[in-house]
């Protein structure tokens, strides 16, 4: 065939072309979006989650110096809000409050099987929990990060900047940009040198007990699993707020009920706290999962003073 009579290679589509301008076109506003964002201080941590209080607790994860931490607490606001490290008497660099928000006991169990593999010095995990962590423990919610991104991005692993590539929520990183300074410097993500963040403000959100019977299953292979590990498991409750318990267990039987079977599934060697031994007044609380500052300190110091006396 003579080489005047072959056709000529047909030229990229015009629409292929069009396309991928539009996309280099977002590609490189998104970008300089979030440079601006980063120099403006109103950038939010790498999106693991997509939930502010969340990925900032895990961005705090990633800056701290994992191998050698010996106690860690761990679980929903319940234990972020309210448990104050610096009570045990450890160095930052020895204890951490790696709880961050929202989490259910099975969620709990997923972040501190991550973690744990990351504290080779771990000996103690202390949680905090109140009925609304066993409200709702679907399976298909377990994993709250994909546990291979998640692993790399804590251990320093994958760049800070690949969560924003991979999850791209452009929407939740502008909405979370407008308070986000004022939340990291005095408000709802302002942490302190051990990861606490004590709430400072009355709420009125009041929950209703609700319990899924798949998370008392899934608080069982939380401390079945912490104790193969060799680590002390130390389940703490809170104090009853008055005003929730006139609404909604003026008996007391709701969470008499749910104390007792939490000490009915936990390992031998585990410890329990129980909060009810303190009396706080319905002031001394934001709601009746969070004590406000600074009574958490008090809650803390009793934490701390049980389970020294009972260790010792």
Sequence with gaps: MSILSQSPPNPTPFWLTAFFLVLCGWFIVGAAGIIWLSFAGRLVAPPLVGTACIDEKL???????????????????????????GAFGLDPSETINAAPCFLYVHQTDFLADILAEMMPKLQTVITVLAPRDFENCSPQQKQIFDPN?????????????????VNIRSGYILRTAIELPEDRK???LALDEYGTSPLVK??????????DERCFD????YAKRLTDRRIRLVVAT???MEEWARKFDPQGQVV????????ANLVKE???????????SDNQFADPVHILAPYHGEYSAYVAKVLSETVH
């Design 256 to 263: 008499g009920a749910w104390v007792a079977r939490l000490k």
């Design 186 to 188: 005095t408000g709802l």
């Design 218 to 221: 899934a608080f069982q292979r």
């Design 270 to 280: 585990a410890i329990f706290i129980d909060g009810r031994a303190l009396s706080f």
């Design 238 to 240: 809170l104090p009853v």
């Design 149 to 165: 991104l998640g692993s790399h991005f804590l251990s320093s692993r994958a760049p800070r900047w690949l969560p924003y590539l």
């Design 202 to 211: 009355y709420t009125s959100w009041r929950p209703a007990p609700s319990f």
């Design 59 to 85: 961005n705090f994860l990633r800056n701290s110096q994992l191998s050698t931490i010996r106690v860690m607490a761990i679980g929903s606001s319940a234990t972020w809000r309210n448990l104050d490290m």
